[in-house]
């Protein structure tokens, strides 16, 4: 019996000395890194791989706490400046004027590698070409912003300015209702949008773009310099969660679609719409210059193009002379 | 020196006022992006109007808001009138008028340039909307309050209907009306700022924008922002001149 309580005892101990050992070398698992990223004024199906990377624990893997927070893209650029934001999906034709003004931010990813800003018209009204806006009317939100630039730019390819055509501000974003109507002829607009309601809709559309010409910087993932500083591992490794994703919805986008609805649900009310959104989406965000050199890259000649450009407006927003070095970061690139 | 003794604590307000902004600066060493000191905001605000940025959208500005108070005001009194004098158009008219002034202005903004379009229009129709219900307001208590002895002796000297109202009726009620102007000017200044928001190409709050959203240029924003107060200062000190001369001092 003596024995038997000994044989007992003795694996008892062993057990617990085992479970000891275990947890013993057993590393804490780190916290997780908080990241604040800033995406644009509501959620919508264009910020799919942040929600996919997000629920397929890509970036909870990344040993990273990520929360959403939505704003214009005035306010996320100030947010980011000021570290209020760590990271955030912002146009880079914002940041070219804002580090002009001194807001410590930095470009270190591109998500949208075409401009996604175009002027789209339907196709009957004979606009095939930016020389072929000279004389016509065009409708713009206003006359300011990612899509006045663009239209400068364009304008300037054929020789333009935005004087030779008569423009229409429509603030409440009815452009696409005033090219239908007719009460236009063209408008401003985004690829992954306006035109896209309209071929939906039946309405034959004609969409040019401004990057054979300037290629403009598209929105991207922006930083502030203080955070990259302090947080560049987990900022790397969000970019690489984000990149990730925009993989996996490239090869599947109903993944991206599913994604988006389970953040914003109102978007399951029409599919095909959001459907058709996301894969305008997903068309933007790859260029020969991606192709060349992965998802994400930045291309600083195309950078100081864009630069040049908008230096050279007569109503330039850029304040001060920048470099593209000021602007742009390689760093958290993978 | 009595005209010393009442600019002094108005000076000291605005000194303790500059002093504590640029306080706040230093102790939080906010960058200009966040919160520009005073210094850099008045220099932006001598270079604004140096360079003639600011002129032109102040005219525009101050346009709108001088037709948009015009309208809204002439508009008010007389139907201001009307709810003193007239049971049936309180009881048809003062349910609108409150719901009227119950809707918020930012909703209101947009459907207004969409059906007057981003001109002038549109800009005084949203200044008078906002005028309105204060100097409504006003004129109606202020008709109201007269003293009822003197609507009779007016009447006991035979006065006409028209003599009671302008020598009598609008006289005695002058000190609520011009009261509810002092608000009204005020707010006719917020009214033109929303509208310019919800969509022009010129004007003080397409300025704001355009400083906040595209040139990052923050010291110029909080110009404009100076400017606006400026404005609207002004307006009210004009309304409270035009109050002394017409009532006198209280």
Redesign the interface.
């Known amino acids: 019996m003596r024995r038997s309580i000994d044989v007992v005892t003795g694996i008892l101990i062993l057990l617990v000395a085992c479970s000891c050992n275990g947890t013993g070398n057993a590393q804490p698992t780190p916290p997780a890194t908080p990241l604040k990223v800033g995406l644009g004024y509501i959620p919508s199906v264009q910020f799919a791989p942040f929600y996919l990377a997000d629920q397929m624990g890509y970036y909870r893997n990344a040993g990273l706490d990520v929360t959403f927070q939505n704003g214009?893209?005035?306010q996320l650029?100030?947010l980011i400046?000021?570290g209020a934001l760590d990271i955030g999906l912002s146009d880079g034709t914002?940041v070219i004027?804002?580090v002009?003004?001194?807001?410590?931010i930095v470009y270190a990813g591109t998500v949208y590698a075409k401009f996604p800003s175009v002027v789209f018209a339907k196709t009957s009204s004979g606009i095939t070409t930016a020389a072929g806006l000279a004389g016509k009317t065009l409708g713009i939100p206003?006359?300011?912003?990612s899509s006045?630039i663009m239209l400068e730019a364009l304008l300037a390819s054929a020789g333009l300015t935005t004087s030779d055509l008569s423009i229409s501000?429509?603030?409440?974003y009815?452009q696409l209702v005033a090219v239908e109507q007719g009460q236009v002829d063209s408008a401003t607009g985004f690829a992954n949008n306006e035109p896209v309601q309209m071929q939906l809709a039946g309405d034959p559309v004609t969409v040019l773009t401004v990057d054979s010409s300037t290629p403009l910087p598209g929105p991207g993932l922006v930083v502030g310099t203080s955070t990259l500083a302090a947080k560049k591992d987990a900022l790397r490794a969000f970019v690489a969660a984000t990149l990730h994703a925009m993989k996996d919805i490239i090869t599947d986008p109903q993944a991206g679609l599913d994604a988006a609805i389970a953040v914003v649900p109102e978007l399951a009310q029409d599919k095909t719409t959001q459907l058709a959104i996301l894969n305008a989406t997903i068309a933007q965000w790859t260029s020969a210059y991606t192709d060349a050199h992965g998802l994400g890259a930045i291309d600083p000649t195309a950078w100081q193009k864009s630069v040049d450009f908008m230096s050279g407006l007569p109503d330039t927003?850029v304040?001060k002379p920048v470099t593209v070095d000021q602007l742009v970061t390689q760093e958290l690139l993978p | 020196m009595k005209r010393l003794q009442a600019v002094l604590p108005i000076a000291a307000a605005a000194v303790l006022f500059v002093v504590v902004w640029k306080l706040i600066v230093v102790v939080g060493n906010y960058p200009v992006f966040i919160l520009p000191a005073p210094e850099v905001v008045a220099s932006r605000f001598v270079r604004a109007w140096a360079d003639g940025i600011m002129t032109p959208h102040t005219i525009t500005t101050l346009s709108e808001v001088l037709i948009g108070f015009g309208v809204g005001a002439a508009l008010a009194l007389v139907v201001g009138y009307l709810l003193a004098r007239s049971r049936l158009a309180e009881r048809l008219l003062s349910p609108y008028l409150v719901a009227a002034q119950a809707t918020p202005i930012l909703a209101l903004a947009p459907l207004i340039a969409l059906w007057f379009g981003t001109g002038l229009t549109g800009k005084v129709l949203i200044c008078a909307l906002i005028v309105f219900f204060p100097v409504a307001v006003s004129t109606m208590v202020g008709i109201r309050s007269v003293d009822r002895g003197l609507l009779e002796l007016g009447r006991s000297l035979r006065a006409t209907r028209w003599q009671i109202m302008a020598k009598l009726e609008i006289s005695a009620a002058l000190p609520q009306i011009l009261g509810g102007m002092r608000v009204g000017v005020t707010l006719a200044v917020i009214g033109a700022i929303v509208g310019e928001w919800a969509g022009a190409d010129s004007g003080l709050g397409v300025l704001i924008n355009l400083a906040r959203g595209s040139l990052f240029d923050i010291p110029l924003m909080f110009a404009t922002l100076l400017t606006i107060a400026l404005i609207g200062v002004s307006l009210y000190l004009v309304v409270v001149l035009i109050e002394r001369r017409l009532v006198g001092a209280r």
């Open positions: 214009d893209d005035a650029v100030t400046g000021s914002s004027p804002a002009s003004q001194g807001i410590p206003a006359k300011e912003g006045w501000t429509y603030p409440d009815g927003v304040a």
